[in-house]
C-alpha cells in the first residue's frame, strides 16, 4: 500500500512562493513502479484539478493557470516530489493533494495540505 506524505502548505501574501513536497512510501516494489506523480487542488467549493504531474522519465505537464508560475520536479532517491509556486494569486488558494499512480493501474492519494493566498 502506497502512502503519500505532503508538507510545506501555509499562508503567502500575492506574488509570494511556496514549496510542496510529498514523500511516496509503502514498500520497495511499490515504490519502483511509479509511472506518475502529481499534485491536484480543490478550491474553496470546487471540485478537485490537476495541476501538475511529473512522469518515470521527467516528462512534465501543467494545468494552463499554472503554466509558467508552478514548476514541479521530483527526486526519484528520495522518492519525493515537489511543486515549486512562484507569483501566487488568490485563485491558487485551495487544498494541494499529492497523487501518484503505481503499477500502472493503482492509485493513492495524500490527505491533503492547504494554501492560502492572501490579497
Known amino acids: 500500500q502506497m502512502r503519500l506524505m505532503e508538507s510545506g502548505g501555509g499562508l503567502v501574501q500575492v506574488g509570494g512562493s511556496l514549496r510542496l513536497s510529498c514523500v511516496a512510501s509503502?514498500?520497495?516494489?511499490?515504490?519502483?513502479?511509479?509511472?506518475?506523480m502529481g499534485w491536484y487542488r480543490q478550491p474553496p467549493g470546487k471540485q478537485r484539478e490537476l495541476v501538475a504531474t511529473i512522469e518515470h522519465i521527467d516528462t512534465t505537464n501543467y494545468a494552463d493557470a499554472v503554466k509558467g508560475r508552478f514548476t514541479i520536479s521530483r527526486d526519484s532517491a528520495k522518492n519525493t516530489v515537489y511543486l515549486q509556486m512562484n507569483n501566487l494569486k488568490p485563485e491558487d488558494t485551495a487544498v494541494y493533494f499529492c497523487?501518484?499512480?503505481?503499477?500502472?493501474?493503482?492509485?493513492?492519494w495524500g490527505q491533503g495540505t492547504q494554501v492560502t493566498v492572501a490579497s
Open positions: 497523487y501518484t499512480r503505481y503499477s500502472f493501474s493503482n492509485i493513492a
Open positions: 509503502g514498500g520497495r516494489f511499490n515504490l519502483n513502479n511509479i509511472n506518475v
